[in-house]
């Protein structure tokens, strides 16, 4: 079993920064990618960005291009989102999501296990 745990999210005035970790514990297995995702009041989830194993590929949604970081250290079992210029459409929960290869993917049906999730609020 794999637990993925997240922290990072908050209130925050449009033009803000946060940053989201998230740490993976468990039977994660040797090499993993990871992913965020979020979801909105009324709206479907929304792919946010991924990250291979390696660090080398990168994936972001359109929306948050140019203003969202992913990072990882492999050695603590963390992913980050460094989150930059927030909007008040960025407000969500936030999810990290852990799927079963070292693979960075934007699917969201790849991916096998996912967090509690943390809530990001952005005013205007």
């Known amino acids: 079993q794999v637990q993925l745990v997240e922290s990072g999210g908050g209130l925050v005035q449009a033009g803000g920064s946060l940053r989201l970790s998230c740490i993976a514990s468990?039977?994660?297995?040797?090499?993993?990618?990871m992913g965020w995702f979020r979801q909105a009041p009324g709206k479907e989830r929304e792919f946010v960005a991924a990250i291979s194993w390696s660090s080398v590929f990168t994936y972001y949604g359109d929306s948050v291009k140019g203003r969202f970081t992913i990072s990882r250290d492999n050695a603590k079992n963390t992913v980050y989102l460094q989150m930059n210029s927030l909007k008040p459409e960025d407000t969500a929960v936030y999810y990290c999501?852990?799927?079963?290869?070292?693979?960075?993917?934007?699917?969201?049906?790849?991916?096998?296990?996912w967090g509690q999730g943390t809530q990001v609020t952005v005013s205007s």
């Open positions: 999501a852990l799927p079963p290869s070292s693979t960075a993917t934007m699917e969201a049906y790849k991916y096998i296990y």
């Open positions: 468990g039977r994660t297995g040797s090499r993993y990618g």
